[in-house]
């Protein structure tokens, strides 16, 4: 598949720009336990990927990508993301390196992509990719949960 010249870049700049506003009117909001654990179950509905043939990649290369965005990735999102009681609600208070961190990881990724490209075909590339995501979201979203329950005292 042939894309325009630059329809990549362009599309991963458009698809950061939502999601970076996205976050920035999330940390407006109280959190709540429903907020941290529906985005990654909703997430999960995208290992359906994997029922096309092209899409499978190895086991083992599915669990390496998990585990570098769950003990690699993850580790900045957590250190520079808390929750803080506020009233008798919980808000998120990310530091201001915050957004610094989301943007390396996603020249990170954006970057790892052109060598993955050559290697792997595009869609074992998103396959990997999507699973390397959803490793980094579930360990960030599970101490999230963790640190709200604590709060909360439950």
Not at 75 to 100: C, N, Q, W, Y
């Amino acid at each position: 598949m042939n894309l325009l010249p630059g329809a990549s870049l362009t599309s991963a700049v458009l698809g950061f720009l939502a999601v970076m506003a996205w976050r920035i009117r999330e940390g407006r909001t109280a959190v709540t336990a429903r907020k941290i654990l529906i985005p990654p179950m909703g997430m999960a509905t995208g290992f359906c990927m994997f029922l096309a043939p092209a899409m499978r990649v190895p086991w083992t290369w599915a669990a390496g990508a998990f585990a570098v965005g769950a003990l690699v990735l993850a580790e900045p999102l957590i250190r520079t993301s808390r929750l803080k009681l506020v009233g008798d609600t919980v808000m998120m208070h990310r530091s201001p390196v915050f957004f610094a961190v989301v943007v390396v990881l996603a020249l990170v990724r954006y970057l790892a992509r052109g060598f993955f490209d050559k290697l792997l075909t595009l869609e074992q590339t998103a396959g990997l990719f999507f699973v390397l995501a959803f490793g980094m979201i579930v360990r960030w979203r599970v101490s999230m949960y963790l640190e709200y329950r604590r709060i909360m005292g439950g």
